[in-house]
């Protein structure tokens, strides 16, 4: 498999993202409750993601990705996709691994992450990652939790000063 590539907003591979993304969070359908914001990606929500922050992929056409987006405190992870025939593999711990070299040279202490509270293997995966549930959030107009936040702290990712 190839290293992960920084994808641009007019790379033709990002139309491949968009259906890995459809692909692999299709297990998610009936499972979560408010459904996959997925649902509403478009090419053109891809293309601001690229502009407004990351969008990362490994392969061609891509066998993993992730969006990469920097806030004050952290960097944030969404969208992390790998397809079903490369699960397994490393895949997701390497593009979590780039996450990281990306938030240390951002200077950016922690990386952050959602994910369903319906999804409990997605928690157990990340927190074989090193990540660690920091709490819950809930979609709007819902009670209950929808969403677990998870986050692992970044080795030298704060600048000096």
Not at 65 to 89: E, I
Not at 113 to 136: C, D, I, P, S, Y
């Amino acid at each position: 498999m190839t290293a992960p590539r920084r994808l641009e907003p007019g790379d033709p591979c990002l139309r491949d993202v968009l259906d890995l993304i459809q692909r692999s969070f299709a297990f998610m359908e009936g499972r979560i409750d408010p459904p996959s914001s997925m649902h509403r990606l478009t090419l053109a929500a891809l293309q601001e993601q690229c502009r407004r922050g990351e969008v990362w992929a490994i392969g061609t056409p891509p066998a993993a990705c992730v969006f990469l987006t920097p806030r004050p405190d952290c960097l944030y992870l969404g969208k992390l996709a790998v397809d079903g025939n490369h699960r397994g593999t490393g895949l997701a711990r390497a593009l979590v691994k780039l996450a990281a070299a990306r938030a240390k040279a951002l200077s950016l202490p922690v990386l952050r992450l959602q994910t369903r509270v319906e999804l409990t293997e997605n928690h157990a995966a990340f927190a074989r990652m090193g990540f660690r549930k920091t709490g819950e959030t809930a979609h709007p107009g819902f009670t209950r939790p929808t969403s677990v936040t998870m986050e692992k702290e970044v080795q030298g990712g704060r600048a000096e000063g």
